[in-house]
């Protein structure tokens, strides 16, 4: 026996979708303004253009391009696990460290750590396998020197795949931790 | 005959943008029994937008305890004011007979008129009269199917309940209301990130669920009439999991926010916050017994996922479930005596349903990715998510296995289905 029964139109709701853009303040010499004149006062502003400076000599160098130059190890953000697995694997510690580093060298540097499964299972179960994930990166990151409030540790559980497709090749790349700063997510 | 009014409150939903799409239903498997009734087209029913005796058909026939009896053009064509020929009715091998009418009253609106009869007995059995304007043509009709429902087999029917579902049509997901025979969806959100665990409040008027737009699991209520939505936990971490209390006064969700995924309860406007357990492993999936007294979760903390239960407020946790390594999703039916989950055996995911009495369990499905099961208010059906030929579908299993139907798209794959409460 079988029946269809046709559904009616239907209208959906419009969403948006935007990523927050993050831009570096620009360095810069400080323009001293006067401070507020005497009511009746007669005050003659002084007329002097703005100069924006550059500083090669300090330390930090622009963030953008050390997190991002294929050269750099900070570019790399992703930790791969094995089946039904949540530490982290010997491969990936250097490259841990490396961003442990970088948030200790730059206390006001922000991560969003998130962790993904393959489809496998609950979804809801997933979530928490995923949390399991990105905490446990979350952890290295702060016993090397990153503190709680530069750190937070999500889960997108199976929502998010990397790779499409039901088979272990996919699955693999899909078992993951991701770390992303900032302005990037 | 008993007169009574009916208005049905349709939800309104503020929408921008258009898309199409079907829901489509097929009967895959029918029960052993089913009982024959005759639903005579109803005289007027052309002047609505939905046809009333087919629609009660599908519905009784798509319970699996129902076969619609052929009725052939009739001249005149028999309403509920005819007398009744039981003789000629039973000819036709039918156990029960559903005559109407349908007429436009000087207001514009209709009167839709129909009685039951046992066609053994050779006696009515009861019926009722609606007003009802054009567009509710269709919700009448459910409403019709579960009276005869009702009076036939002595159950509530559930053809009036709605359903909630997510449909992933590329990087697209909507959440989306269709009643429960899948016709009339309303898409109630829209986004370019992951939806899921929708979840009815027992008013059948608000959902809780998960979304991703803050790319982070972030659980919001949000209320169908007038589509607003509201924060209801965003903690630093994830918010996941939620579930209403019977009585809708509290939700229970999965936070991460202490580290590790821990059960809390809060109010529905995100305030209250409080922890119910304290666990070394994975707490989640909440899900409250009916009567309000106990938690029913997944937990890991015994090496691998399986059920157990605690006293709402919190305390000490039975393990529920304990065959096999892999036993998750709870649901528990509305008398509280069938536990829905969904379990791994060699390696394939399926709908379960343990008697909490007996301590039966029931496999419901072949199939082999099963997920997220929801059981209807009545108890009868299961619907739940699986994977047919790589597609998301749902499908709906009677609480015995017996009568199947899956509900596909025909574009994208469905998913996350949350059978919504009996109406009010």
Known sequence: MRAIWTA?????????????????PPAGVEDRQPSATQPGAQTQPVQRPPVAGVDLTTKKAPARSVLTDPA?????????????????KDEYKSLVEAHARYLRDNRTA????????????????????????????????????????QVEAVSLGEEKPKAAGSNEAA???NRRSDMLYGGEY | MVMRFFLALLAVLAFSGAA????????????????????????????????????????????????????????????????????????????????????????????????????????????????????????????IADYIYEKLTGEKGVFSTRIAYVVKRGNRYE?????????????????FEPIISPAWAPDGRRLAYVSFENKKPVVYVHSLLDGKRHV????????????WSPDGSKLAVALSRDGGSQLFLLNPDGSGVRRLAQSAGIDTEPVFSPDGQYLYFTSDRGGSPQIYRMPAGGGEAQRVTFEGSYNVSPRISRDGRKLAYIARNNGKFQATLLDLTTRQAQILTDSDRDESPSIAPNGRMILLAT?????????????????KQRLTMSAGDVREPAWGPFLQ
Request: aromatic content about 6%; overall charge neutral.
């Open chain 1, 8 to 24: 009616l139109t239907f209208v959906t709701l419009a969403a948006c979708s935007s990523a927050p853009t993050q831009e570096q």
């Open chain 1, 72 to 88: 750099s190890i900070l570019s790399k953000r992703s930790i791969y696990y094995d089946f039904d697995k949540y530490d982290i």
């Open chain 1, 110 to 149: 922000k991560m969003l750590i998130q962790g993904n499964t393959d489809e496998r299972g609950s979804r809801e179960y997933n979530i928490a396998l995923g949390q399991r994930r990105s905490e446990g990166v979350k952890r290295m990151l702060m016993l090397l020197g990153a503190t709680e409030a």
């Open chain 1, 171 to 173: 699955w693999a790349q």
């Open chain 2, 20 to 143: 199409r799409a079907q829901l489509s239903i097929e009967i895959t498997g029918a029960g052993g029994q089913r009982l024959p009734i005759a639903i005579a087209p109803f005289p007027g029913e052309a002047s609505l937008p939905a046809p009333i005796a087919a629609i009660v058909r599908a519905d009784l026939e798509r319970s699996g305890l129902f076969r619609g009896v052929e009725v052939p053009p009739m001249v005149p064509q028999p309403t509920e004011a005819s007398n009744v020929d039981f003789a000629e009715w039973r000819s036709r091998l039918a156990d029960a007979l559903v005559l109407g009418s349908v007429v436009q009253r000087p207001d514009g609106r209709f009167e839709a008129r129909f009685r039951l009869y046992d066609v053994v007995k050779q006696a009515p059995l009861g019926g009722i009269a609606y007003t009802l304007t054009r567009e509710q043509a269709r919700a009448t009709a459910h409403r």
């Open chain 2, 175 to 191: 959440l989306q209301i269709a009643d429960a025979d899948g016709a009339g969806e309303e898409t109630a959100l829209a986004s």
């Open chain 2, 232 to 243: 209801a936990a965003n903690f630093k971490g994830s918010n996941s999991a939620p579930a």
């Open chain 2, 387 to 403: 994977v047919v030929g790589g597609r998301g579908i749902l499908s709906a299993v009677s609480s015995d296995g017996r009568v």
